[in-house]
């Protein structure tokens, strides 16, 4: 990892920083919500596990599966109070390596999604189970994405995929499918496969949507060019576009000779624009177009806040 972190970066890290001491200088308005984006959140994923995976069956993933597990064992138990009981291990690691904001964040929104969980509790009649772990997919995907654009979260695997997010660039999406596997591994032991089946798309589901909600059209697209006409194409990302062009000096194997490739990084909703610019001014570009895990920039970043 490189020596030269940013502010941000130092803050995410634990090093101390002046606004590692508290939520910071946020208006009211800005906690209000915040906490509002954890309370939606909640909710969501709530009416997912009262209304749909407990009268399944279903398991979870997380910490919210093994409470789950524990509830099925032993029915007089809470999933909410057991959640949060859980809790307070990831808890000190949160505080050690994530921001104090984040910190402060989580600790009420972990206290309102065990609310959550154990209060808000609305019948989904859906009868099928294929369709029952789908809907129950969107529906979390949903309500986690919600809580994670929030400053905080709402506690469980969300502090473990934010710490792995910053300190190794894994996608939150990946971490929570990784996490889930381990405990769905288990449930197919404890409890019929048949089951653990279901659970399976219903994680899977719940995976794609919260990287939707939290990326969607935000995504970056970085894009390599390679045209005769490079400086036409430059000129035309910078002014119409006005996203910023790299020059890299390159060589063509075959023919020897000296290019200039073209290197830019824009928007999800921007790149219809740069392939009509490359088309119009040289249909034989060779052009790359990768998808980006995080950009750090002035305006083009999208790393995400915590």
């Not at 009262?50 to 032993?74: D, E, K, T, W």
């Amino acid at each position: 990892m490189s020596d030269k972190l940013t502010t941000k970066e130092k803050e995410l890290s634990g090093n101390k920083q002046p606004e590692s001491q508290g939520p910071g200088p946020e208006t009211v308005k800005q906690v209000i919500l915040n906490l509002l984006l954890i309370g939606i959140g909640s909710a969501l994923v709530a009416v997912a596990i009262n209304g749909i995976l407990i009268p399944h069956q279903f398991v979870s993933g997380g910490l919210v599966g093994l409470a789950l597990g524990f509830h099925y064992i032993f029915p007089s138990v809470s999933v909410g109070w057991l959640y949060l009981l859980m809790n307070i291990p990831l808890f000190a690691l949160g505080w050690k390596f994530v921001g104090r904001r984040f910190f402060y964040y989580s600790v009420p929104g972990m206290v309102i999604f065990s609310a959550a969980v154990a209060f808000v509790k609305i019948p989904l009649p859906v009868q099928d189970k294929i369709l029952s772990a789908l809907f129950a997919g969107i529906i979390t995907g949903i309500g986690s994405g919600i809580i994670l654009k929030s400053k905080g979260s709402a506690g469980g695997s969300d502090i473990l995929s934010v710490i792995l997010l910053n300190r190794f660039s894994v996608r939150v999406g990946n971490t929570i499918l990784s996490f889930n596997v381990i405990v769905l591994a288990a449930a197919s032991v404890l409890f019929s496969l048949d089951s653990a089946l279901y659970t399976l798309v219903y994680m899977y589901v719940s995976t794609r949507i919260v990287e939707l909600v939290l990326t969607g059209l935000s995504q970056r697209k970085a894009v390599i060019i390679i045209s005769p006409k490079w400086e036409e194409i430059s000129r035309k990302i910078l002014e119409e576009i006005v996203r910023g062009v790299t020059f890299i000096k390159g060589q063509g194997a075959y023919s020897g000779q000296d290019e200039n490739i073209l290197y830019t990084v824009v928007t999800f909703r921007e790149l219809p624009r740069v392939k009509e610019i490359i088309r119009e001014a040289d249909p034989g570009a060779f052009v790359v177009v990768h998808e980006t895990l995080e950009v750090m920039g002035h305006r083009i970043g999208n790393q995400p806040h915590w």
